[in-house]
Nanobody
Framework: QVQLQESGPGLVNPSQTLSLACTVSGSSIETHYYYWSWIRRPPGKGLEWIGA???????YYNSVFKSRTSVSRDTSKNQFTLLLNSVTPEDTAVYYCARETLPGDLLRSPADALWGQGTQVTVSS
């Protein structure tokens, strides 16, 4: 059974860098042809796709976040990470990691992706 688990700080100061990790169990993140993605849901808003890293290590980003986002992976830990720089209170959200078959496709069909449980991140001083 494949499972994804997010981890990271629940509270981040404004202007700092948010760092989240997603640990995958039951499947290798190098398995063809999956994409490992980060998504968020701000309070009262819909899902926002942030970026992804593929089974081969290629990265894909939402243009809205690209200038301050980095997605990377550690295959030895079967883990992928999100860095979001220069956070503001508008970055407060529940952050999810997920596995999908095309970058961003889970916005069209959320049920077709495999999701982590999500982690609340609040940006506040």
């Amino acid at each position: 059974q494949v499972q994804l688990q997010e981890s990271g700080p629940g509270l981040v100061n404004p202007s700092q860098t948010l760092s989240l990790a997603c640990t995958v169990s039951g499947s290798s993140i190098e398995t063809h042809y999956y994409y490992w993605s980060w998504i968020r849901r701000p309070p009262g808003k819909g899902l926002e796709w942030i970026g992804a890293i593929s089974y081969s290590g290629s990265t894909y980003y939402n243009s809205v976040f690209k200038s301050r986002t980095s997605v990377s992976r550690d295959t030895s830990k079967n883990q992928f990470t999100l860095l979001l720089n220069s956070v503001t209170p508008e970055d407060t959200a529940v952050y999810y990691c997920a596995r999908e078959t095309l970058p961003g496709d889970l916005l069209r069909s959320p049920a077709d992706a495999l999701w982590g449980q999500g982690t609340q991140v609040t940006v506040s001083s």
